[in-house]
């Protein structure tokens, strides 16, 4: 069995496997694959595409079953997962997760023959075309990039303050500013999809229309604000897409019902 703890599945991502979590968690195979199996009944989409059943020969030569997972997958997993030494464990996957992507990232990358014509000129077409598109995509996006970076810019300010004490409730009190789950869920080393889904599956948002809404025993509570952004999709034509951004309120709510789970952003890890 191959030794990294994260290596490339046959659908070219980093993946994981369910052996592997075990074996690093010191967790009984069988009842890993008892959790990952609970995560996958509720038929959820997005949480079907995490995981992949497969298969493993044991030490008695035997074949015995396992699940891949992606990154996603495995947040999802081991949010469950409790003890000293288990937030060291998710930050060396996540570490993992982040080489390996970027090795495949670096590996995509091909350059083409340039002593054939025919294939230089479709490939700078294909470049020209690509600029374009992301042109016109990066116009309408501009306003919404300088804010985000100016919130940024707020928050590393206010990291830097905190830094001694590490203590991410008095970050949240200091800021004002409206968040997006992509950058609460930087604050936790995972991915918005991570975050989103892993929200769903506790029971506070639904998706609708394409925007994740609170269940209405949350939407009185101050916690989320709707926006409209405007855009310009891929083929010229304006859209606008309604985004759910989060009050500091709303990420102290987060920050509470997530520690539940033993859930704690990387701020306040050792």
């Known amino acids: 069995m191959i030794k990294e ?27 890993v694959l008892e959790s990952i199996r609970k995560l996958m009944t509720a ?10 059943e497969s298969t493993y020969i044991n030490e008695q030569n035997k074949t015995q079953p396992m699940y891949l997972m ?16 288990a937030m060291e464990f998710k930050i060396d996957y996540i570490n993992a997760f982040n080489k390996m992507e970027s090795k495949i990232k670096k590996s995509l990358i091909t350059l083409p023959n340039f002593e054939d014509p025919a294939e230089a000129a479709m490939a700078w077409a294909k470049e020209y075309r690509e600029k374009k598109v992301l042109a016109i995509e990066n116009q309408s996006l501009q306003k919404e990039i300088v804010r985000l970076e100016q919130d940024n810019s707020n928050l590393a300010a206010e990291v830097q303050v905190l ?19 992509t950058q609460i869920a930087q604050d936790y080393g995972m991915s918005a999809k991570a975050m ?10 639904y998706k609708n229309n394409g925007q994740w809404i609170l269940y209405s025993k949350y939407k009185d509570g101050g916690y989320v604000s709707s926006r409209s952004i405007d855009i ?3 083929n010229g034509m304006p859209d ?25 952003p990387m701020l306040e890890r050792n």
């Open 163 to 181: 830094s001694d004490d590490k203590n991410y409730l008095d970050l949240i009190m200091r800021s004002r500013s409206l968040m997006t789950v």
């Open 5 to 31: 703890l994260v290596f490339v599945g046959h659908d070219g991502q980093a993946v994981t496997n369910s052996v592997k979590v075990a074996e690093k968690f010191g967790k009984e195979h069988k009842h």
């Open 240 to 264: 606008t897409v309604m985004q759910t951004e989060w009050t500091q309120a709303g990420r102290r709510f987060l920050y509470e019902e997530l520690k539940k789970q033993g859930i704690i």
């Open 43 to 52: 038929e959820n989409s997005a949480v079907l595409q995490m995981f992949e």
């Open 232 to 234: 310009t999709r891929s």
């Open 70 to 85: 992606n990154r996603d997958g495995f947040t999802l997993l081991a949010m469950g997962f409790t003890g000293t030494k």
């Open 196 to 205: 989103n889904q892993i929200l769903a599956n506790m029971g506070i948002q």
